[in-house]
């Protein structure tokens, strides 16, 4: 993080936090910020379901919901890119305040609700794309509606044809009852529409299902049998807690899901047991608490083909997804790895 960055940070962390993103999105889209461009090696290109990853150090969905930035975070630095969450129709999310900055726990805590302009100008933005890297799309689901299943099964209708990947999300505890749908019967139901709604495409996009970090053992050795025989391409493991287990700082106590540092240990343990659930048969994404390189290392070695980041760039700025895939990139060659996919559950035990 060079100066300007850190001063930017800084007056950010002056404003409110739901303001202050806010904030970044525009300064992305006005090209105010430096942007790396691609970061690549050969030891760090991946493949990913199919998709072709300059480097394996993706972007979290929760950053651009609304697609307003995507050009731009294509040239950060990162190997792929998750927009959203969409939902079908417009809403507001949860009453405001809803976006907390933990800074003594480098955590946030957020209740947004999944706060969107919906399918229909979401699409519309990213079917204007640039070419490059892989760009996926968060399915949501509306807080009230009568089918919730149906809403990802039609959120992909119409934006898949502008995507490259889409991710069913069914683990944010900021709808009520979402997490419900990870229940074997229920979602069985909800894949087999997503996977129909996917056949009918021009093209075969991958489909990821994000999952909780709160999970007991035999719901997770659940999913992993769901996942295995629904006919989805990999596993994003985690989405944020409900666990408030060591915070320090004032905001521990707001609902919503924690993220960013304290979530590291516990996303990685479910990543590693999933790993083992399902022996490589499929592509497992890492996600919670990453902020260095080591930390992505980790989690490849747990068991994840690639990660994404999002609330470490709270404190470290932009610049962390391209400083994490070029330290991703020495630690590989540190330990004589031609690839990322050699090193793949090279250190799962660990985290057993």
């Given at each position: ?79 792929f890119i998750e927009i959203g969450a969409a939902t079908p129709r417009p809403q507001p999310g949860n009453p405001k305040p809803r976006l907390f900055r933990l800074s003594e726990d480098r ?170 659930l399902t022996d490589g048969k499929l592509p497992l994404i890492g996600v919670g608490g990453i902020s260095s390189a080591e930390q992505a290392y980790q989690k490849i070695r747990a068991g994840a ?48």
């Amino acid at each position: 993080m060079n100066l300007a960055e850190r001063a930017g940070l800084a007056l950010m962390h002056r404003l409110d936090p739901e303001a202050a993103h806010g904030w970044a999105i525009k300064a992305l889209k006005a090209g105010l910020v430096p942007l790396p461009g691609p970061v690549s090696t050969p030891r760090l290109a991946t493949d990913l379901a199919g998709m072709a990853l300059p480097n394996p150090v993706g972007l979290a969905a929760g950053f651009d919901k609304n697609a307003e930035a995507v050009g731009a975070l294509m040239r950060a630095g990162f190997g792929f890119i998750e927009i959203g969450a969409a939902t079908p129709r417009p809403q507001p999310g949860n009453p405001k305040p809803r976006l907390f900055r933990l800074s003594e726990d480098r955590a946030v805590i957020n209740r947004f609700g999944f706060n969107n302009e919906g399918m229909e100008a979401i699409t519309a933005r990213l079917a204007q794309r640039p070419k490059g890297i892989p760009v996926g799309l968060n399915l949501g689901a509306n807080k009230d509606s009568t089918d919730r299943a149906a809403d990802f099964a039609r959120v992909l209708a119409h934006a898949g044809p502008h995507v490259d990947f889409a991710t069913v999300n069914v683990s944010s505890p900021n709808t009520e009852k979402l997490r419900d749908l990870q229940g074997r019967a229920a979602l069985e139901a909800l894949l087999a529409g997503v996977i129909e709604t996917r056949a009918g495409l021009a093209r075969q996009i991958p489909v990821f299902l994000k999952i909780a970090p709160d999970l007991s053992a035999d719901e997770l050795a659940e999913i992993a049998e769901v996942a295995l025989t629904s006919g989805i391409d990999g596993v994003i493991a985690t989405n944020t807690t409900l666990s408030r287990e060591g915070l320090k700082s004032a905001h521990r106590g707001e609902a919503g899901g924690l993220s960013g540092a304290p979530l590291f240990e516990k996303s990685t343990h479910v990543l590693a047991r999933l790993s083992q659930l399902t022996d490589g048969k499929l592509p497992l994404i890492g996600v919670g608490g990453i902020s260095s390189a080591e930390q992505a290392y980790q989690k490849i070695r747990a068991g994840a083909s690639a990660v994404q980041i999002y609330s470490a760039m709270v404190y470290q700025g932009l610049s962390l997804a391209g400083e994490v895939a070029r330290g991703l990139d020495r630690l590989l060659q540190r330990d004589g790895f031609a690839s990322v996919a050699e090193a793949v559950g090279s250190g799962r035990g660990e985290w057993l």
